[in-house]
């Protein structure tokens, strides 16, 4: 009876990740199935959301490959939940992953969501292609261009929504149920990948929920 039970866990979890359209992932199905790989960080079942999982602080990037998602351009919806920490909490979504050091991504610094100072203010939010364009690069080089502030910002103690729209040439980034993006990049890669996964940065723990996969 339990090995019938655990395949249809299995077989209903697959369908999940395999039918045209928008897709459902249940994040901690998805780890006891082994279907995150783990990149420079351990993942584990977060305690108070069984739904959710949550990856532990460490140096450098850290990643969670979700391996039977394919996505090349559609939305991406996610809820996140960092820490008002200031330099040590980075949360966001990594796509078009080539491998574990090159990939795009879109994050939060939630510390800066209860910022008073207008240039933190101006980094609640960033797009970055590594290795090549870090946050650094772009905000010496492109100041202002790939980051920005969030108007009304979610508590950065709480969980928050994000919605992120990929088309083959630009971003989109929302935030919660605003109907206007915080963020609206154009895109810097030109190699294509169809892997997605959760990303912390340097340093940063995360716990990630409900997360909605749409292709186009």
Request: glycine content about 6%.
């Amino acid at each position: 009876m339990k090995q019938a039970t655990g395949f249809s866990v299995l077989f209903l979890f697959c369908m999940t990740l395999n039918t045209s359209g928008q897709k459902k992932v249940n994040l901690a199905t998805a780890l006891l199935d082994k279907q995150l790989k783990a990149v420079n960080r351990e993942i584990s079942i977060n305690e108070e959301h069984p739904k959710a999982v949550e990856m532990n602080a460490a140096e450098g990037d850290g990643l969670a490959v979700l391996k039977e998602i394919a996505f090349a351009s559609g939305t991406i919806e996610v809820e996140l939940h960092g820490e008002n920490n200031p330099g040590k909490s980075f949360i966001g979504i990594a796509f078009n992953i080539q491998n574990e050091e090159s990939f795009e991504a879109v994050y939060f610094r939630p510390f800066n969501f209860v910022a008073t100072e207008q240039i933190r203010k101006d980094h609640m939010v960033q797009y970055v292609h590594h290795p090549e364009y870090t946050w650094y690069k772009l905000r010496e080089e492109r100041t202002g261009e790939f980051e920005s502030e969030i108007p009304s910002p979610p508590n950065p103690d709480h969980w928050f929504k994000a919605t992120i729209r990929i088309s083959e040439k630009a971003v989109e980034v929302f935030v919660d149920h605003k109907t206007d993006p915080v963020l609206k990049v154009e895109r810097l890669a030109s190699d294509k990948s169809d892997k997605i996964g959760l990303w912390v940065g340097n340093g940063s723990s995360g716990r990630f929920r409900n997360l909605h996969v749409t292709t186009e």
